[in-house]
């Protein structure tokens, strides 16, 4: 699986946008990127996936450039309850069941 | 909403002792997961889990290691001879299919080994 790049930290202003780079430049054409959160060593939770196309959920929106190397997450209006861990993982889908592969992630704070 | 179960929560024992975590994923759910987190590290994958056979184990999940799902609701993990650095959070995991995007997570067992 590729491996990606994060910032190690952000902070973010409670009701702004949370703009949360990736870098994933090794990325190949069957590997989707997915982001997870992780609130306080509570167990990770799904927010959003892709492939090629940019996408959207009730919890973030997902860019990801024309070339795939690199993915945006956006929340649209972060509050004190998106403090967390944003991890970008990138992986094939596999029809033995899904390794997820976890780098350091981007700890996001979000403040009044 | 449907959620994965861990028990017990925190789990406290003695180097050399056996230790089984137990979860319940959610109930339709066909693929199963488990996870670990040293404390200050990142989330590690151990096994995955279909149809009564590991899928993919991690180099982490040794001959110490074993799964099994032995009713139609449960999954456990055991640890045979627990070791000071088992010490960790313990994460199951469940997904519909082994293509859905998805997997649910429990919330943890914090196993401690003193």
């Known amino acids: ?112 | 909403e449907p959620e994965v179960t861990q028990t017990p929560s925190h789990q406290v024992t003695q180097m050399g002792q056996e230790v089984i975590l137990r979860c319940v994923p959610i109930s339709n759910h066909l693929y199963f997961y488990w996870y670990r987190q040293i404390l200050g590290q990142k989330v590690e994958f151990l096994v995955s889990f279909y149809n009564n056979e590991i899928s993919e184990k991690s180099e982490i999940f040794d001959d110490q290691f074993s799964v099994e799902r032995p009713d139609g609701s449960n999954f456990t993990l055991k640890i045979r001879s627990t070791k000071l650095e088992d010490s960790a959070m313990y994460f199951c995991a469940s997904s519909l299919t082994g293509l859905a995007y998805e997997q649910y997570f429990g919330p943890g067992t914090r196993l401690t080994v003193t």
């Open chain 1, 1 to 112: 699986d590729a491996k990606t790049t994060q910032p190690t930290s952000m902070d973010c202003a409670e009701g702004r946008a949370a703009n949360l780079p990736c870098n994933h430049s090794t990325i190949s054409g069957n590997e989707y990127v997915y982001w997870y959160r992780q609130i306080h060593s509570q167990g990770p939770q799904y927010i959003i996936h892709g492939l090629k196309n940019n996408e959207t959920n009730e919890m973030a929106s997902l860019i990801i450039t024309e070339d795939r190397k690199s993915s945006t997450l956006i929340l649209p209006h972060a509050t004190l309850r998106d403090t967390a861990v944003y991890y970008c993982i990138v992986s094939r889908i596999k029809a033995a069941g899904n390794k997820l592969t976890f780098g350091g992630g981007t700890r996001v704070l979000v403040k009044p």
